[in-house]
Structures are given as structure tokens and as C-alpha cells.
């Protein structure tokens, strides 16, 4: 086999995901199985979404697990830089080529005339998509229109008859009609890439030879395989994993399950036993081992083995796993240190002691007091949320908007948490303390506690969205019709 490159790309726009890092996993053994590299690249092209914290937590998620890479941000090699914002100039040379060749074309319709056209599509009930428009335009008529500085995206220019065929590893040929594929959009209006584009260009000039990800991407297959044939490269080997999925086969998701890396981080897990775990997602070791290590699947992985099935990630399984390895690989003493690194690391120290030093008059009540902040979800009951003025309809909807809002903060600090409860509070027309009172009790296990803010702050976003989403759990939970109409209303209510 030639030399094999792999890569994993990880949008800096929200939690480091489980399926980042199951990604990650295969992305990195089957290289290295091969004497390859893997390559860390992040894709921000979409400046609003994207935030530095965002890349800082999902390279810290990684290097927790075990996946460091060979190539990226903070391990220069000779592809680089490994930020796609970094990478700008590289696109316009490659969007000229396209323009060049015909394959691209100058796209002048303004919003307005594209979200009406979806609406008559939409009328007709057709497939929504680009029509076209500007494709008749006369070059003459685009060097004008360009001239005046008319704004103005760049479109990949898609085949209307016949049909995309294209090689999968697991799934053999498989062929897409171009009629469903829409033209799409290779550079935005402010300059930037659109993933699509990006993606293929910074694979080609990254060198991937293999490129592993969530069978989600089938979909947009067609139009990377055009910008491959488009520009005359060949085309790297496809491989599309199965998505995760919960218990019940639906696909993996915060509402359902955990999926942020730092919320099994928090909860105490072995960094070791769950990437174990992510290793049986859609794999089995050859001789039917469940406990391996990250060598033991370099050694063995076989892309070609893995199962199209649906792989359940079921936290009950993760759970035996954990176990066997604080009992069969940690003796006493390593047992005590992994412990004390996890429940009093520095930094949480450090955030715990001004909130209890001044609520307690010996060391005995600390325990007591401030236990919560050691523990992973709390067992609330519905009837620990009685009060004379919420009833269990109102204190749902005070979780779930104050987990939205949350989820929503750019910046986690007890001063930011602060003014964003306060502000929906105020929004709801609620008094502070009523509105509180379910948060005390969801995330603190009491109606009377540590304060709020300063707890929050401590247990962080994973933590606290799960304890909020336990509670919510706890009141009778949220059907999917009454999620439809709380999300309309936290809409409005932003609005107001």
C-alpha cells in the first residue's frame, strides 16, 4: 500500500463530540497500522459559529482520549497551517482554476429570488435547489457585473442528466442520480469556502489517501467526487462509517444521550476505557476480545470488517468496561492517584474553596455541603421540585429555557452564567428566587444550597446540562410536540 495519509476535521462550533473522537480513533489506527500519519486539521470556515474555545476544547478532548496526531495545530509538518481561516489564499487560486475551466461559474441572485424560488418548489413540490439562473449569463455580462462589485457567490456547475458513481470500502459502488444534486455554493459572498470546497481542496493538498468519516457524508459525495474529477486529481479511497446510535436506534444526540467528550470526562471515566469502548463501535477484534487497547487495534484493524450496522453506544456497557479497568488495571495506589486527579485537580479546587470556606465551621461539613460537586448526576425525584408558585409544567420550562440559554453562552464564568439567568428570568416575567428554585434543585440536589452561579461554574456546561436534563426527566420529561411549542416560545421570547 502507498503511503497512507488519514485525517479527522473537526468543526470548532460547539462540544467535542463522541463521534469526533470515534472518528478520530479509526482515522488514527488504521494509519498508523500502515505506517501512515493522521492529520488534525480544523475547519472554521464558518466565522460566526466558530470560536477559539471551541478549537481549544476539542484539542484538549483529544489528547485526554490518547488520539494525538502526527500532523496539525501545534505539530507543524510540511502540509501546513491546519486552520482552513489560515488557508484563504489557497482557495481563490483553486476557485480560479474552476472558473478557468467552466466547472464554476459566478452566481449574481440575491436572497430574496432564491428563498422564493424554494417557496414555489417547495409549492410544487419539487426538489429544492439552485435552477440555474445565472448560468446563461454572458461572460462580457459577468466581467461587468463584477466590475460594479455586484455581490456575488461562486457555484459548482452539476450535470443534470445521468448519475455520480462512485466507490465506497464498505459499501461498494454506489450510484447517485445528478438530478438530486444541487449546484452548490464553493465560495461565499465574503470570500470564505464553503465546507464542501475546503474540504476537497485542503484533502488533496493535505495528501489524504483515505478518507474516513460518518456515513452522514454519503450524500455529499457527488459534489466532492465533481471537484475531484473537476480538477483532474484522483480520487482518495472513500470509507463511511456507521453513525453511533442510541439504545432505541435513533442516531446519537444530546437529547438522548451524553455525546460531549467532557461530560464522560467529568462523570470519572478512564480516558483508556473509553476509547476501548468507541473501538467495538462497528468492530470486533478477531478473537472476540472487549477490552483492548489503542496498540491492540493498530495492530488488528481491518476497515473492510466493519459492521454497516448501527453500532448502539450503550452507557451500561460503557459502565462494565470502566469497571474492569479501575479494577484489573489500577492497583491500589494508581487507583488513589487517578482518583485524586480526577475529583481535586487545581483548577477545581481551587473554585471550590471560596464557595464553601465561608458556609462552614469544620471540615466535617464540607462533605456535606459541597459532595454535589463531586458527584456526576443527582437522583432527583419530582416531588423534591414541589413549591407554591411553579408546578411541574412551569419548572420544566424553566429548565429546559435556562439549559438553551446556557448551552448558548460564548463565555462559561460565574459572571456570565449570573447575567444570563438573570436576564431569562426577567424575560419570563418570573421573580428571581421562583425562578431559581428548580435550578437550585437540579443541579445542586437542594433547594437551598452553595450558590447557583458559583456551582455552575464549577461543574461546567457538560455537567450541568446533564443534571438539567435529568431533572427535566424527573418532572415527566418533554414530549415531542411540547418541544415544538417550547422552542417557538424561547424563539419568540429572544425576539421580544
Not at 442516531?251 to 444521550?257: A, Q
Not at 485537580?345 to 470556606?357: F, G, K, N, S
Not at 455552575?456 to 427535566?472: E, S, T
Request: proline content about 5%; glycine content about 8%.
Amino acid at each position: 500500500m502507498s503511503s497512507v495519509r488519514t485525517r479527522i476535521a473537526p468543526s470548532p462550533t460547539g462540544d467535542p463530540h463522541l463521534g469526533t473522537a470515534y472518528i478520530a480513533l479509526f482515522n488514527r489506527c488504521f494509519a498508523h497500522r500502515h505506517g501512515g500519519e493522521f492529520v488534525l486539521r480544523i475547519e472554521d470556515t464558518d466565522r460566526e459559529r466558530s470560536s477559539s474555545e471551541s478549537e481549544r476544547r476539542i484539542l484538549d478532548a483529544l489528547r485526554w482520549l490518547g488520539l494525538d496526531w502526527d500532523e496539525g495545530p501545534g505539530r507543524a509538518g510540511a502540509h501546513g497551517p491546519y486552520r482552513q481561516s489560515e488557508r484563504r489564499q489557497s482557495y481563490a487560486d483553486h476557485a480560479a482554476i474552476l472558473l478557468e475551466n467552466g466547472a464554476a461559474f459566478h452566481c449574481f441572485c440575491d436572497e430574496s429570488r432564491l428563498a422564493e424560488l424554494r417557496r414555489e418548489q417547495l409549492r410544487l413540490k419539487r426538489l429544492p435547489g439552485y435552477d440555474g439562473h445565472c448560468l446563461g449569463l454572458s461572460a462580457e455580462e459577468v466581467a461587468a457585473r463584477l466590475e460594479r462589485g455586484e455581490r456575488h457567490v461562486i457555484r459548482l456547475r452539476v450535470p443534470r442528466e445521468g448519475e455520480c458513481v462512485f466507490e465506497d470500502l464498505l459499501r461498494g459502488e454506489i450510484r447517485i442520480q445528478w438530478a438530486q444534486v444541487d449546484m452548490p455554493v464553493l465560495v461565499k459572498s465574503d470570500g470564505m469556502p464553503t465546507y464542501h470546497f475546503a474540504n476537497v481542496v485542503d484533502d488533496r493538498l493535505m495528501a489524504i489517501s483515505h478518507v474516513i468519516r460518518g456515513e452522514e457524508w454519503i450524500s455529499s459525495m457527488p459534489k466532492h467526487v465533481l471537484l475531484y474529477d473537476s480538477f483532474g486529481w484522483p480520487r482518495p479511497v472513500f470509507c463511511h462509517m456507521p453513525l453511533l446510535r442510541n439504545p432505541d436506534r435513533s442516531k446519537l444526540s444530546k437529547r438522548k444521550n451524553p455525546t460531549s467528550i467532557g461530560y464522560y470526562q467529568a462523570m470519572g471515566y478512564l480516558p483508556e476505557a473509553l476509547v476501548n469502548y468507541l473501538g467495538t463501535m462497528g468492530w470486533s477484534m478477531p478473537g472476540g476480545e472487549e477490552k483492548f487497547g489503542i496498540a491492540a487495534l493498530e495492530q488488528c484493524l481491518e476497515l473492510e470488517r466493519v459492521s454497516l450496522g448501527g453500532p448502539i453506544f450503550d452507557r451500561e456497557k460503557l459502565d462494565w468496561l470502566n469497571g474492569r479497568y479501575l479494577r484489573e488495571n489500577l492497583d491500589d495506589g494508581q487507583f488513589v492517584a487517578r482518583f485524586a486527579a480526577w475529583a481535586f485537580p487545581p483548577r477545581l479546587v481551587d473554585a471550590i474553596v471560596p464557595a464553601l470556606r465561608q458556609r462552614v465551621d469544620k471540615f466535617s461539613e464540607v462533605s456535606e455541603l459541597g459532595g454535589f460537586l463531586l458527584a456526576g448526576e443527582l437522583q432527583v425525584q419530582a416531588e423534591d421540585f414541589a413549591h407554591k408558585q411553579l408546578d411541574c409544567a412551569a419548572c420544566r420550562r424553566i429548565l429546559l429555557f435556562s439549559l438553551w440559554q446556557l448551552e448558548a453562552l460564548p463565555e462559561w464564568s460565574r459572571d456570565a452564567i449570573k447575567a444570563c439567568l438573570q436576564e431569562l428570568a426577567a424575560r419570563l416575567d418570573c421573580k428571581i428566587r421562583d425562578f431559581l428554585f428548580p435550578l437550585f434543585v437540579a443541579i445542586t440536589g437542594r433547594a437551598v444550597s452553595v450558590s447557583l452561579f458559583d456551582s455552575l461554574a464549577v461543574l461546567g456546561l457538560d455537567l450541568g446540562r446533564a443534571r438539567l436534563r435529568k431533572a427535566i426527566e424527573a418532572l415527566g420529561g418533554i414530549s415531542g410536540k411540547q418541544q415544538k411549542r417550547l422552542e417557538k416560545e424561547f424563539r419568540e421570547l429572544g425576539q421580544a
